[in-house]
């Protein structure tokens, strides 16, 4: 079955950490550019992170640099968001993205609150 599956989100403090990872099955993971992205309510989903296939490339948005890093493990089929210094304002649902495929994961909700 082709999917994603995002896990570890939760609610953390400001100033807290949290790491997601995603699950990919179904398609060859490591030809596949991976991105996270994240959405709140009454906003458009925007890009957190991409990755390239083997890693050797990362972007990230301008709000999230040097505080979340992105990763994967081509045999787990895995990529990570690694997540720093989380603020009030990275509270949202987030998502795993194969572009390439248009393959989305379900999300998990990320809640940062004091």
């Known amino acids: 079955q082709v999917q994603l599956v995002e896990s570890g989100g939760g609610l953390v403090q400001p100033g807290g950490s949290l790491t997601l990872s995603c699950a990919a099955s179904?398609?060859?993971?490591?030809?596949?550019?991976m991105s996270w992205y994240r959405q709140v309510p009454g906003k458009e989903r925007e890009v957190v992170a991409v990755?390239?296939?083997?890693?050797?490339?990362?972007n990230y948005a301008e709000s999230v640099k040097g505080r979340f890093t992105i990763s994967r493990d081509n045999v787990q089929n895995t990529v990570y968001l690694q997540m720093n210094s989380l603020k009030l304002e990275d509270t949202a649902v987030y998502y795993c993205?194969?572009?390439?495929?248009?393959?989305w994961g379900q999300g998990t909700q990320v809640t940062v609150s004091s």
């Open positions: 990755i390239s296939n083997f890693g050797g490339s990362r």
């Open positions: 179904g398609f060859a993971f490591s030809s596949n550019i």
């Open positions: 993205n194969a572009p390439r495929l248009g393959l």
